[in-house]
C-alpha cells in the first residue's frame, strides 16, 4: 500500500513523463520517507527545550545591559534610580545630581497623605496608598517629557506596579478586587509614558537595608516588618531580571557611595560609562 501512494505522488505533476519515471523506485522513498516521520516525532522535543533555554537568557539579562552603547548626550532626558526601602536612592539621586548638574525629582514622602495611616494598618490604607504613588509619577513623567532638562528621578512608576502593588496582593495587604483594579490603571499609564534613559538599580540584602533605614530615623517606618522587606527584595530582583531598558546595577553592600568618597567615585564613572562611553 506505501507504494502505491507514492507513485500517484510524483506522476501527479507531470503525466505525460509518469511512465519513464516509474523506474525511479530506485529512490527507494520507503526508507527515505520513514526518516522524516521521526524527525516529526522529534519537534515536539525540540520546543519543549527552548523555553528552558529562554528562561535562563533571560536570568543572563543584567549582566547583557553593560554592554549597551551609549544614548546620544543631547537625547538624554530620564535617569532613574530604583531600590528596596532603605537602598539609598534619595542619596544617590542627590549626589549624582551634584555631579552632573541633572534635576532631582524625589519621591514625595512628606505630603503623601496615606504614609503613616499605612505603616499603622497596611489592609485598609494598601489601595490608597499605590494609587496616591501612581498618579505622582505619572505626574512626574509627564513633565520629564515635556521639560528640557534632564531629570534624575527617585524611584520609578514601574516598582510601584511591578513590586509594591504585587507584594501588597501576595500578602493578603490588598484585595484581588483592589490589585485588579490598579493594574489596569497601569497598564492604561504605561502604555503613554517611554523608560528612562538608564535604569540604576540599588542592590541591596536586608540587613544593610534595615541599618540604613535605623539610621535615617523615619519614625513611620519603626514598624517595617522583615519578612515584608526580604518579599520586596524578592519582587525586585525578579523585576531586574526581566527589564529590558538600559540597566546598571549597583552592589549597595560592597559599595558605600553615602559616605566613602573612592565608592562614590567608581558609581559616577560606572554612569559615565553608560550614557557617555568609556572615553
Known amino acids: 500500500m506505501a507504494k502505491t501512494t507514492k507513485k500517484p505522488a510524483k506522476a501527479a505533476k507531470p503525466a505525460a513523463k509518469a511512465p519513464a519515471k516509474k523506474p525511479v523506485k530506485k529512490s527507494a522513498p520507503a526508507k527515505a520517507a520513514a526518516k522524516p516521520a521521526p524527525k516529526a516525532a522529534a519537534k515536539p522535543v525540540a520546543k519543549a527545550k527552548e523555553p528552558v533555554k529562554k528562561a535562563a537568557a533571560v536570568a543572563e539579562q543584567p549582566s547583557q545591559h553593560k554592554l549597551s552603547p551609549p544614548v546620544p548626550k543631547g537625547q538624554i532626558k530620564h535617569i532613574a534610580v530604583a531600590g528596596n526601602i532603605g537602598a539609598g ?3 544617590l539621586t542627590s549626589l ?3 555631579h552632573f548638574g541633572w534635576t532631582p525629582n524625589f519621591e514625595d514622602v512628606e505630603n503623601n497623605p496615606y504614609l503613616n495611616d499605612f505603616y499603622e494598618d497596611m489592609p485598609r490604607w494598601s489601595f490608597n496608598l499605590q494609587v ?3 498618579n505622582s509619577r505619572f505626574r512626574q513623567i509627564i513633565d520629564i517629557q515635556k521639560g528640557a532638562d534632564v531629570i534624575i528621578q527617585d524611584r520609578t512608576i514601574h516598582e510601584d506596579a511591578c513590586i509594591f502593588a504585587p507584594n501588597l496582593h501576595a ?21 503613554l509614558i517611554r523608560p528612562p534613559d538608564l535604569l540604576i538599580y540599588l542592590k541591596a540584602s536586608v540587613p544593610t537595608l534595615v541599618n540604613q533605614i535605623q539610621k535615617r530615623g523615619r519614625e513611620y517606618e519603626d514598624n517595617l516588618r522583615l519578612d515584608y522587606l526580604k518579599r520586596l527584595n524578592e519582587f525586585y530582583e525578579k523585576w531586574i531580571a526581566t527589564y529590558e531598558g538600559r540597566l546598571l546595577v549597583i552592589d549597595v553592600d560592597q559599595n558605600n557611595f553615602a559616605e566613602d568618597p573612592d565608592s562614590l567615585a567608581e558609581v559616577v564613572q560606572r554612569v559615565s560609562a553608560e550614557l557617555y562611553g568609556l572615553f
Not at 483592589?178 to 493594574?183: G, K, L, P, S
Open 89 to 91: 536612592k534619595s542619596t
Open 96 to 98: 549624582l545630581a551634584r
Open 132 to 134: 496616591f504613588f501612581l
Open 171 to 191: 500578602m493578603g495587604l490588598m484585595s484581588t478586587r483592589d490589585f485588579e483594579n490598579y493594574t489596569r490603571l497601569y497598564e492604561t499609564i504605561s502604555s
